[in-house]
Structure formats: C-alpha cells, structure tokens
C-alpha cells in the first residue's frame, strides 16, 4: 500500500503514532540538509574567493586604502571649479536630449513588438496556438543578448550614433515586456473574448476589445518602468560610440585631469534626469494601476 502522504518511495517514515516526534524529525531532516547547503555554498564562495585573488593583478583587501583615491580626485578638481558648472549643464543638455529620445523611441518600439509577441505567446489567447514555443523562444533569444552586444554589431553595419542604440535597445525590451506583457495577458478574463467570439468577431478584434482593455493599466506600467531602464542603457551604449551624454562622458574621462568637473556635471545631470524619470513614472503607474 503507498503512503500518500510520504510518497511510494521505500525508506525510513516518520513514527505517525508520536506526531511531535515526526514533526521534529522532519525539522531535524530540514536543517541537516540546510547546513549541507550552507558548507557547500560558503566552499564554493571561497574558492571563487581564492581564484579572483590569484588572477587579479592587485589584491582587493589590499587595494582598499586606495578605494576612494579616485573619487576624491574627481570631486576635489570639481570643487575648485564649481563656478563653471552651471555652464557645463548647459553644454550637454542637448546630448541628454538625444539619449531620452533614443531611450523614448526604443521603448516605444520595443513596447509594440512586446504586444504583439505576448499576446501569441499567451495561452488561451494565443492565434496559433502550436508556435507559442517559437513565440517564446523568440522573446527568450531577445532578452538573451545584451543591449551592448547587439549594439557592437550594428556599429559595423550601420556605423556609430543613435540608430544602432535604438535598434540593440528596442529588442532587448521586445524581449524583455514581451515576458511581462504575457504573464499580465494569462490573468486576463476570458469571458469577454468568448463573447466576442460567439458573434464572430476576428482574433484581432477579440484581443483589442476583450484582452487590451484589461492589461492595458499594468502593460503602460512596465513600460514606464522599461523606459527608465533604456536611458540608463541608452548612456551606457554611449560608451561604445553611440551617441548621447554617455558619450560625451567617456570623451571628459578619457581627458581624465582637467575634465573631471566636466565628469562630475554630466553625472550630476543624468542623477537628476534619472530621479525625474523615476518620479514621474511611479507617480503614473500609480494613477494608472489605482485609479487615483
């Protein structure tokens, strides 16, 4: 006869006559196999520990005097030239302009490639629904490479600026929304789509008038959120010659003293933007998924 509640598995079973003596058993079992997790965990820890330390050109508890050296250097240099920074804001506001366009277009795009591929990803929701796999891999592959990646690539294609960053930008949030936009659409309520349905209304039909306008709310959610994602990515990209204020950063870096108010003010300008962003999107997001 099989246990149902321990499994069919042969082996030792709790005494079920003594309860409390089963229960701590199990407890017993528990942190046994907790403490053989924690061994292995803080092994492989040090190991990782020892090999970084071995490779690395420097050791890091030795370098940690020197941590700050740098910082301080770049702030030291600023201060004594505060006066000019206002100046420098202005300088690259139009750089900043062109990364919040280039985060703004991307997420945009990406946004509606997301729509798409969610919702023939959905089951249940799906047009065909024996190529959700493909579907699905497809968003996998998207949020599989990095925005850098994709965008390395384009610049020898189509050489450096903004379009390559839009491109690199736009399909890692494809794939990256498309995954939230799909688990949203699987809470959906049906009933409205059988209803559609049942008066022959099409598969596009069905999904914008019974689908969108339920996920609609959270959908413009995680795309708020996406897009200050894309213009932390956007200035990253402008390391690699993509145009934007990222750019401009690595230029004053690369000039190192000298420039160092320069980096402290482009830094400053994109904290700020970023904090903005960030204020106006959860202020958005909870007007839109509260109502209020």
């Not at 965990?41 to 005097?65: K, P, Q, T």
Request: charged share 20%; glycine share 10%.
């Amino acid at each position: 006869m099989v246990d149902v509640a321990f499994g069919p598995e042969p082996g030792r079973r709790p005494n079920l006559v003594d309860p409390q003596a089963a229960y701590l058993d199990l407890v017993r079992r528990k942190r046994m196999y907790g403490g053989i997790l924690l061994v292995v965990f803080v092994a492989l820890m040090a190991s990782g520990w020892r090999l970084a330390e071995d490779r690395n050109a420097g050791g890091f508890l030795g370098g940690l005097g020197q941590l700050f050296d740098f910082p301080a250097e770049v702030l030291a240099e600023a201060w004594e030239k505060r006066a000019l920074l206002p100046a420098i804001f202005r300088d690259h506001i139009p750089a900043l302009i062109e990364t919040l366009n280039i985060a703004a277009v991307a997420t945009l795009t990406g946004a509606m490639a997301a729509m798409a591929l969610s919702l023939l990803a959905t089951r249940g929701l799906a047009r065909w629904p024996r190529l959700i796999p493909l579907f699905r891999r497809a968003m996998d592959a998207l949020r599989a490479i990095p925005e850098i990646v994709v965008a390395l690539v384009l610049i020898y294609i189509l050489g450096g600026g903004p379009v390559p960053a839009v491109i690199a930008i736009a399909l890692h949030t494809g794939g990256a929304l498309g995954k939230l936009f799909s688990e949203v659409a699987e809470n959906a309520d049906l009933k409205p789509v059988e209803g559609l349905a049942s008066v022959g209304a099409s598969w596009g039909q069905r999904m914008w008038l019974g689908v969108i306008p339920q996920v609609a709310p959270n959908w413009l959610s995680y795309a708020l959120l996406r897009f200050e994602i894309n213009v932390r990515a956007s200035a990253i990209l402008g390391f690699v010659g993509e145009g934007g204020i990222g750019h401009d950063l690595k230029i004053a870096m690369q000039w190192g003293q000298g420039r160092y108010d320069e980096v402290v003010a482009i830094f400053a300008l994109l904290f700020l933007t970023i904090v903005l962003i960030d204020q106006v999107s959860d202020r958005c997001r909870h007007k839109l998924v509260r109502g209020n």
